[in-house]
């Protein structure tokens, strides 16, 4: 089996469906939130850079970092086929340096899950708040998991693009609740045009968060950051959602003080 990180075609088809929800939500968060104007935006473990291009397109100044050179070599090759400029940088999210700050960044669907430690997590936000220009936003997205014992689901999918049908299963085949950590399992069945058969598997650890467990991560960057708003994964602009138990798939917007 394949490893998706290798095949970012397909990583960059999975969420595809996405990415204009995802940018239209960015530019009224935009509108609303920032308390200056947004032309620079940063995205932090970019991954396939669909969010990044999208943005470029859309004219921003935008800046993708990744650690995978898969990944970021067909943003590059995304980019340069559709004539757009983009930054992309190889990194980690744990120690940004750049040389102007950033008017806005986001980080959606469970990367900032990739920090496995506490420690982990505050030195990434305190280098994203390092990044980000005064009054500018982070918005910052993540599955939570409920408060008392539940059983993690198993998700399934299909889609087609361009001739080629992928099917897509996630699953959680381990969870360590004591270090706080669960083991994700993604499998992918590609199907081309040709009729070939591309099988990929990746298991990668994850960290947990409560809803409570998040309140307490930002209220250790509260001297940096301010919770202006949160919401869910339907990307709703005009339904904003109390950070209550029940917000298991959160957005949140925060801003730099």
């Not at 397109?57 to 004539?83: Q, V």
């Not at 220009?133 to 993540?142: P, S």
């Not at 198993?154 to 996630?170: D, H, N, P």
Request: proline fraction near 4%; include cysteine.
């Amino acid at each position: 089996m394949a490893n998706w990180y290798d095949h970012p075609q397909y990583f960059d088809m999975l969420f595809r469906e996405e990415t204009p929800v995802e940018v239209a939500f960015f530019e009224e968060a935009f509108q609303r939130f920032a308390e200056r104007k947004v032309r620079r935006v940063f995205e932090p473990g970019c991954g396939s850079g669909r969010l990044v291009v999208a943005m470029a397109a859309k004219g921003y100044d935008a800046t993708g970092l990744d650690l995978s050179d898969a990944m970021l070599n067909y943003m590059r090759r995304k980019l340069k086929r559709r004539k757009l400029q983009a930054t992309c940088v190889k990194g980690d999210m744990t120690h940004l340096q750049f040389d102007q700050p950033f008017d806005a960044a986001f980080c959606t669907y469970n990367t900032f899950r990739h920090l496995l430690t506490e420690k982990d997590a505050v030195a990434h936000l305190r280098s994203m708040a390092d990044s980000i220009a005064t009054g500018g936003l982070y918005i910052l997205g993540m599955h939570l998991v409920p408060e008392e014992d539940y059983e993690a689901v198993v998700e399934r999918f299909k889609m087609s693009q361009a001739g080629t049908t992928l099917t897509t299963t996630i699953s959680v085949p381990h969870t360590d609740e004591k270090k706080r950590l669960e083991t994700l399992r993604v499998k992918l069945k590609a199907v081309k045009s040709s009729g070939e058969i591309i099988r990929i598997q990746s298991e990668f650890p994850l960290r947990l968060y409560t809803p409570t467990q998040l309140k307490r991560l930002f209220k250790k960057v509260s001297d940096q950051f301010e919770l202006v708003q949160s919401f869910d994964f339907a990307y709703d602009i005009d339904d904003p959602l109390p950070f209550d138990k029940e917000l298991l798939e959160g957005l949140f917007v925060l801003r730099k003080k």
